[in-house]
């Protein structure tokens, strides 16, 4: 099962850097071309460390990484898989720094994984359909009703935009902005 995922993430991954969208992506990034390589690299190092190990879902945490700067956010059982998820991003090569947003599944919580999912579908919709912004430059996750924002872009205006865009989200809780102005 996890060799199967494994191969579809490296064939999507593939598939993607491939396409135009890549090349419109590096265009509109505001990192030069050898920092975003170097990102790639070391974001699709993380996740296959995490595929293979044990006591990691890969699914359950997203990894962004942005001048050598790893940004893990998501959901864990415990600390200790907490703390094995940094580790695991701490001893990747070219990592400068780990950034963890990982929280602890709560089951009695009323945000469930759809909510997260329609949360994310309307902020990336509100970002694509905001003409003064570069939405592609931006991740966003949603993890129990909390909004994450990573990515680098160009002037503090557009970051203020995006986390404006983001609390303006019905149902969200919070707002946690790791977004750089380069």
């Known amino acids: 099962m996890l060799k199967k995922l494994l191969c579809v993430t490296v064939v999507l991954t593939l598939c993607y850097t491939l396409s135009g969208c890549a ?3 590096a265009a509109v990034d505001e990192r030069n071309i050898s920092e975003q390589y170097s990102d790639t690299v070391i974001t699709t190092t993380i996740l296959k460390k995490m595929v293979k190990s044990k006591t990691i879902s890969a699914l359950d945490v997203s990894v962004n990484t942005f ?3 790893v940004y893990l956010v998501g959901e864990v059982d415990s600390l200790a898989q907490r703390n094995t998820a940094i ?3 701490r001893n990747t090569k070219g ?15 009323f945000c469930g994984t ?6 994310n579908a309307q902020l990336k919709k509100a970002l694509i ?3 003064e912004i570069w939405s592609t430059n931006v991740s966003t996750d949603v993890v129990q009703c909390n909004i994450i924002l990573t990515g680098i872009v160009g002037t503090t205006k557009e970051k203020q935009k995006i986390i404006q865009h983001a609390r303006a989200v ?8 790791y977004i750089q102005v380069q």
Request: proline share 5%; glycine share 4%; charged share 25%.
């Open 114 to 119: 759809t909510d997260n999912l329609t949360m």
């Open 87 to 89: 580790s695991t991003a």
């Open 23 to 25: 090349v419109y992506n």
């Open 95 to 109: 990592v400068q720094e780990v950034v963890p947003y990982l929280l602890l599944k709560n089951e009695q919580d």
């Open 129 to 131: 359909g905001d003409k």
């Open 67 to 69: 001048n050598g700067k």
């Open 170 to 177: 019905p149902k969200v809780r919070s707002v946690t902005s």
